[in-house]
């Protein structure tokens, strides 16, 4: 993409403050959720940047977000929305785990993303060279097989002592480009495959430590498929100047139609 030299340095500092992965019908009720005891744990692509109809805190919670949308449509016991914009790992021990008690027994979580960095890695991406954006998805890649999987285990491991019995729930991320699709201009093909790649690669990190703690993992590349960015029907934003914090999060309809039906399979 190229761009002036002002343009790239405004456009620069817009997203290096704002943009962070911050990281349809619904669901018939099911009758047994009633008794659940639900905690929704994790990054912006838990509370549902990107959706709209936000809490008004800066955690940017939304009633569109998969959670919400799973305890509007079965009413369980008790619902808590933890999950906040921008999270990482450090975050969620740190800050979100005190939502568990004894009688939590259902949990989803999405986090590791920011944690890899990858809102850098779309900023540079969309205003750098492609060099560099190659350098920099290398760079997150090699943090996600270095240090993620510990930080993983530190996260997984303080949910499973807190609340040893509950099922546990783990939403990877979507994959953000459709190759040869419909965009005419932005990151050249190669640009997009790396990132493509890059988030395989932290699903697959994630995953792996997920099913050794015992978790679930939601696998949503499934569901996402024919509406990533350059799809033409896209549940996904692209960069969006007007709100610099959605770009690259799921839509309303990416939540109710690529998170949700994932999360209820997983239960």
Not at 44 to 55: E, I, M, R, T
Not at 215 to 231: K, L, P
Request: aromatic fraction near 8%; hydrophobic fraction near 40%.
């Amino acid at each position: 993409m190229k761009m002036s030299r002002l343009v790239a340095f405004s456009s620069s500092l817009l997203l290096g403050a704002a943009l962070a992965l911050t990281g349809a019908g619904v669901a018939n009720a099911d009758s047994s959720a009633a008794a659940v005891d639900y905690v929704a744990l994790g990054d912006s692509y838990s509370s549902g940047v990107g959706a709209g109809s936000y809490d008004g805190s800066s955690c940017k919670r939304s009633s569109r977000a998969y959670p919400a949308l799973w305890a509007a449509a079965n009413s369980p016991s008790s619902f808590d929305f933890a999950a906040c914009s921008g999270a990482r790992t450090n975050d969620v021990t740190g800050g979100q785990l005190g939502r568990l008690n004894a009688s939590t027994d259902l949990v989803s979580i999405s986090i590791g993303g920011n944690d890899a960095g990858f809102a850098d890695v779309m900023t540079t991406c969309v205003l750098q060279s492609e060099a560099t954006c190659l350098n920099r998805i290398a760079t997150a890649r090699a943090y996600v097989d270095s240090t993620l999987p510990g930080r993983l285990d530190s996260v997984y491991s303080a949910i499973r002592s807190k609340v040893p019995s509950a099922q546990v729930v783990v939403l990877g991320y979507p994959r953000f480009y459709q190759l040869g699709g419909s965009c005419i201009a932005g990151l050249s093909e190669k640009e997009r495959s790396a990132i493509n790649g890059a988030s395989d690669h932290l699903n697959t990190a994630t995953a792996k430590r997920a099913a050794d703690h015992g978790f679930t993992f939601g696998d949503v590349r499934t569901t996402f498929t024919g509406h990533e960015i350059c799809s033409g029907n896209s549940w996904l934003h692209s960069v969006n100047w007007l709100n610099i914090g959605e770009s690259y999060h799921p839509t309303a309809a990416g939540q109710s139609g690529g998170y949700l039906p994932v999360f209820k399979s997983a239960l």
